[in-house]
Each structure stands twice: as structure tokens, then as C-alpha cells.
């Protein structure tokens, strides 16, 4: 009864570094959302991902900000030449395919961009 | 205007003591809504859903007012346990769902 796993928990990295975050989803939810919550904010939607449909990339703050999916399951989110402003704890949330309304979320990776 | 609204608190609250949180949101179309808890440095989870007749689970209560646009949860006989963030979340249902976060209501329950 594995949940949604993300990794790594932690990571600092310097400014203008790449760093790339990975979230493994429950095994079976083909829907699966990334999100970004600054200290004491609410969470900011990223980008969604259903199946093999096109994913809602509407929420990227900026094209520094990508990210995939590969063989409907596991999701890497990058971020290219990080910024101080992209400190924050990333979540990576799955849900049953279509109509399911729970999103069941990852224990995040916190992000310090130093 | 935010699209989900929430007093950030902090609403400090002796056990025993019963609490309430109100949330409006601005999208008349949203389609579903529920309240998620989340614990400090921990991800969110969901507490329960939100529905148009309110419902109850033990010690909380969901009310739901469409035509204010407007969300409320109660918390009665509050326990130790009760202190985390609760979060309003509004589903706009553009062709998925897509979850909209307030930024919390912090809950503090003391001795």
C-alpha cells in the first residue's frame, strides 16, 4: 500500500544550478498534479498530467520550469538556472483516473535555492 | 481577488472550545469543495468533503452556501489533535479536476 513517494526530500542548491525533483505516483492514479507552496502560502498548481493527454502546463511559473512524465508514471519536475524565489516545497499529488476528487499527495521536496 | 479566501488566523483555542473557519471562493461555476488538513511541515490530506445540504463526520460539520459563494467548517469539542492548517478547496472541474488551495486557517488547540 505505497503512497506517493517524492525524492529527494531535501535538496539546496545554488543559484543558477538545475535541479531536478521526482515523484513516483500511487501505482494505477493516471492523474497526477505538481504543485509549489512558499512558506505560509497556499499551494500554487503547476501542471497537470492525464494519461496520454496533453498536459496543463498553465500554471509553470516561468520556461524555467518543465516537466514530464514518462510511461504514465513517474514525473520529473526541473527547474533550469534556479532563482532564490523558487525556494519552496514542491508536491507532487495523484488521483484515481478520471472523476476522482481526492488527491492523495507525496510528503513533498523542499527546495532552498541559496 | 483570490480565487479561495481564508482567515489565515492563527484562531487559538482552549480544548473543549468550538471553532469556526469560513472560506469564500469566486468562481460561481466550481463544481465540488472539500476541506484538507494539513500538519505542520507535512503534506495536506483530506479531512472531508463539502456538500450543498452540509454533512458531518463525528466532530466536524461542512456547510456549503452556493449562492454566497461561501464555505464554512466547525469544529466542535476541539482536541489537542485538532491543531494543524485547514485548508478550503474549491474543484473548478475545467474539463478535470482542478483543485484550487486557499492558503489555510491555522488552528492552535492549548491545554
Given amino acids: 500500500g505505497a503512497g506517493v513517494s517524492q525524492s529527494p526530500s531535501n ?6 544550478k538545475d535541479v531536478e525533483l521526482r515523484c513516483d505516483p500511487i501505482s494505477g492514479h493516471t492523474a ?3 504543485y509549489r507552496q512558499s512558506l505560509g502560502q ?8 492525464q494519461g496520454n493527454s496533453a498536459p496543463d502546463k498553465s500554471g509553470l511559473p516561468s520556461d524555467r520550469f518543465s516537466a514530464e512524465r514518462t510511461g504514465g508514471s513517474v ?9 532564490q524565489e523558487d525556494s519552496a ?9 478520471w472523476g476522482g476528487d481526492e488527491q492523495y499527495f507525496g510528503p513533498g521536496t523542499r527546495l532552498t535555492v541559496t | 481577488r483570490k480565487e479561495v479566501e481564508q482567515d489565515p488566523g492563527p484562531f487559538n ?12 471562493y469566486s468562481n460561481s461555476a466550481s ?3 472539500f476541506w484538507y488538513r494539513q500538519d505542520c511541515r507535512k503534506e495536506p490530506k483530506l479531512l472531508m468533503s463539502v456538500y450543498s445540504s452540509g454533512n458531518e463526520d463525528g466532530r466536524f460539520t461542512a456547510q456549503l452556501n452556493r449562492a454566497s459563494q461561501y464555505i464554512s467548517l466547525l469544529i466542535r469539542d476541539s482536541k489537542l489533535s485538532d491543531s494543524a492548517t485547514y485548508l478550503c478547496v474549491v474543484n473548478e472541474a475545467r474539463g478535470y479536476n482542478k483543485l484550487i488551495f486557499g492558503a489555510g486557517t491555522r488552528l492552535a488547540v492549548h491545554p
Fill in chain 1, 11 to 16: 535538496k539546496v542548491t545554488e543559484k543558477g
Fill in chain 1, 32 to 34: 497526477l498534479y505538481w
Fill in chain 1, 42 to 49: 497556499g499551494l500554487e498548481f503547476l501542471i497537470y498530467f
Fill in chain 1, 75 to 83: 514525473s520529473t519536475l526541473t527547474i533550469q538556472r534556479t532563482q
Fill in chain 1, 89 to 97: 516545497v514542491y508536491l507532487c499529488a495523484s488521483t484515481v483516473p
Fill in chain 2, 13 to 24: 483555542v482552549p480544548e473543549g472550545a468550538t471553532v469556526a473557519f469560513n472560506c469564500t
Fill in chain 2, 31 to 33: 463544481q465540488s469543495f
